[in-house]
């Protein structure tokens, strides 16, 4: 249990290091726009092909999981995402593509790996503590990524300087996971390997609670990537007058309520033995604190609450990787790690860019976009959470009160 403790934890650091990577250029995007020479809904585009990395290789994370285990495939995926990094910082445009496609390729090595290594080896009943703990990390580098790298970009550092020194840490870390993670006992490599695989894809994919789970996670998280992660910052200087400063670090506090909100909600489940009603509860909060954000007077709160507790709420989303976990075989963990999160970030891939062209035709070419543009073009994430609320009512009950408790599997398995 020890061993698995260390090797969750060393996962779960290059997870925080992806996801910084992942935020940051939402507190650069003036500085990427001169450097790429595009406008601000180019530069949201190109961000975004994160996404399309991070969505098909879940898929092949999930799988590579289950057959040849973390220590083979996690330290692989954070020497992509360094290469990627170098790669953007290069200013040349084909090259910053391609290395914004790959560091998310990588980066989903980070959070599959976590959650195989959680949910194979700990108890049912601690399943959602530590996913829930796993996307904590992951959210706090989102926070660092806007709450440490604004000011650096306030203060002078050039734009490529950060993404160079960014590249040669995922170097170190891709090497310091290779020494550190644990060896699991060799099995004996069956020759259908690769249909063995094919078959836990089509099992997982069949299950009608495995799409619902992805459904789900997907509409409550493109809230935090998409509006906050991509346009936050921006949403908050041009619609409600903030300070640069001040709008860095309102925005910073959604993945900052994910810190708390992912561990927390997840302890909540886990004390309850029930996900379904955790989730429910926190999409209302989530669909009404993004209301208040759109069109309410946020001068009515203290400064930070509504971003905070949106952040918390939206920290539901990662339960369903533990109900997907657990409507599906044991032996198919990885796998359903890797639909889940397939699912879930197809919606960023799919939405990033459609938000931004939105909201190019909202503007109608104005180089600075007012509040009734901003509302028009992301009053559909309403929809999608009220969506993600209802489709909940339908996911069957999976934890620990509604079935026997799994002794907990052997950590040889790592």
């Known amino acids: 249990m020890r061993t698995a403790a260390i090797a969750w934890l060393i996962t779960a650091v290059y997870y925080f290091y992806q996801y910084t990577l992942r935020s940051a250029p939402a507190v650069m ?47 692989f995926g954070a020497a992509l995402v360094g290469i990627g990094a170098l790669l953007f910082a290069s200013g040349n445009m084909q090259a910053a593509s391609l290395g914004r ?44 990524g806007q709450v440490l790298v604004g000011p650096l970009m306030s203060s002078g550092v050039h734009w490529s300087t950060f993404w160079i020194v960014m590249g040669v840490i995922g170097l170190a870390i891709s090497v310091c996971l290779l ?25 997982v994919f069949s299950n009608p609670q495995s799409i619902l789970c992805g459904i789900i996670a997907g509409l409550l998280f493109i809230p935090t990537t998409i509006f906050d992660m991509v346009w936050g910052v921006r949403y908050l200087q041009e619609a409600r007058g903030f300070e640069y400063g001040d709008a860095v670090m309102r925005s910073s506090m959604v993945p900052l309520g994910w810190i708390i909100g992912c561990p927390l909600l997840g302890f909540v489940s886990d004390r309850l033995g029930r996900r379904k009603p955790v989730i429910a509860a926190g999409a209302v909060v989530l669909l009404a604190c993004l209301a208040w954000i759109l069109y309410g007077d946020t001068n009515m709160l203290p400064p930070y609450v509504l971003g905070l507790v949106a952040g918390i709420a939206s920290g539901a989303a990662m339960l369903p990787y533990t109900v997907i976990k657990e409507a599906n075989p044991p032996s198919m963990s990885g796998t359903a790690t890797g639909v889940v999160n397939f699912l879930n970030f197809t919606f960023s891939a799919l939405l990033g860019p459609l938000f931004g062209r939105l909201l190019a035709s909202v503007g109608g070419g104005a180089a600075q976009f007012s509040m009734s543009h901003y509302q028009t073009t992301f009053q559909p994430m309403l929809y999608g959470v009220a969506l993600a609320f209802g489709l909940t009512l339908l996911l069957k009950e999976t934890g620990p009160a509604v079935r026997p408790q799994a002794a907990a599997p052997p950590s040889e398995v790592i």
């Open 29 to 75: 995007m003036p500085q990427l726009s001169e450097a790429f020479g595009l406008s601000a809904t180019g530069v949201a585009s190109l961000v975004g092909l994160f996404y399309y990395g991070y969505s098909p290789f879940s898929l092949v994370a999930g799988v590579a999981m289950d057959q040849l285990g973390p220590r083979k495939v996690v330290p």
């Open 101 to 144: 496609f790959i560091q998310g390729a990588g980066g989903v090595f980070a959070l599959v790996g976590a959650a195989y290594i959680a949910t194979t080896n700990f108890p049912a009943s601690q399943a959602a503590t530590l996913i829930g703990a796993t996307q904590m990390f992951g959210m706090a580098g989102g926070s660092a």
């Open 179 to 203: 020494v550190l993670l644990p060896r699991r006992e060799e099995r004996e490599t069956r020759a259908d390997w690769a249909r063995q695989a094919m078959g836990a894809m089509k099992t």
